[in-house]
C-alpha cells in the first residue's frame, strides 16, 4: 500500500467534521464509563460485567420496542430502570459476598458477564437485532461545515444530562453525602447510622443503570447482539484509568481528549491504525501519571 493511499491529505471540511466525531466519540465513551467510574470509586469493585449491563440495556430497549410496543424515546429511560433492578440484584447475591477481595471480584463478575452472554443467546438468540429510533432522529443537521445526525445531539444531550445528574447526586444531595462518607471510612459512618449495605446496593444499581441506558442508545447506532459489550468495556476501562479512577470530572476530560485522539488519527489513516496509537499514547501517558489526570477524586480510601 503506498503513503498516498494510506494517510488521508488535510483538508478543512472534512477535519472539522471528525474533530466533532470526536466529542461524539467522547460522549459514547463516557456514558458508558460513568457508571464503572462511580462503582469503582465508591466500592472499589472492578466489574467486568460492565459491558454486558450495556448489552442488557439494549436488549430491554430492543424487547420493549419490538415486543410491547413501547415507544423508543420511552425505552431509554426503562432500560436505566430495569438494568438498574438487575444491578441491584447482581449486588445482593454476588459483590456484596466479595468485598475487599478483589481479585475474587474480578473473577466472579468476569463470569458473571460470560452467564449473561450465553443467557441472552439462549434466550432471545445469536442472531444480530435492531432497534429503530424516530425518523426525525436519522436526519441530519447541518451548522456551517458541520454534518451532525440529530440522533448524536440526542446522545451529546442524554450524556449531559448523565453526567450533570450523577454530579449533583453525588454532591448536593443527600445520598451523595452518605456515599462519601462510605467511601471515607465505612465503620465511622456506619456508627452515624448510615447503612453501608444500602449505599452499596444503590450505587452499583445506579451504575449499572447507567450502562444500560448507554446500551438502549448504541443498540440504535449499531446492531444488539450477546457479545455487544465486549466493544465498549475496554474504552471505558480506558477514560476511567486515564482520568483517574473515581473522578467523574476526570472521566469527562479524558473521554473527549481521547475521542478526539482516536477521531484525529482516524481521519488522517484508519480505525485500526487509530487505535493503536490510542493504546500507545495511554500506556506512555500512564507510565509517567499512573494516577491519571485527576488523583483519586472520588476514589475510596
Known sequence: MSVN???TAFAF????????IGLSVASVWLI???????????????????????????YSAFVLETVVGVPFLLCVPAAFVIVGLIGAAIERGLVRHLYKRPLDTLLATWGLSLVLIQGVRLILGPEPKNLQSPAWLNASLRVWVFELSWFRVFIFGVTIAAFVLTWWLLHRTRLGLMVRAVMQNKE???????????????????????????GSMFGAIKNVFPDMGSGYIVEAFLVVVVGGVGSLLGSLFSS??????????????????????LFLLVVIFLRFRPQGLFADAMARR
Do not use: C, Q, R
Open 13 to 20: 471540511e472534512p477535519f472539522m467534521n471528525a474533530l466533532l
Open 188 to 214: 465511622m459512618a456506619a456508627v452515624h447510622g448510615i447503612d453501608a449495605g444500602k449505599v452499596f446496593t444503590l450505587t452499583f444499581a445506579y451504575g449499572a443503570g447507567l450502562a444500560g441506558l448507554a
Open 256 to 277: 473527549i481528549g481521547l475521542g478526539e485522539i482516536y477521531s484525529v488519527f482516524a481521519y488522517f489513516t484508519n480505525g485500526t491504525f487509530a487505535k493503536f496509537w
Open 32 to 58: 458508558a464509563a460513568l457508571g464503572l467510574a462511580i462503582v469503582y470509586g465508591t466500592m472499589g469493585v472492578i466489574n467486568m460485567a460492565h459491558g454486558e449491563f450495556v448489552m442488557l440495556g439494549a
Open 5 to 7: 493511499h494510506f494517510w
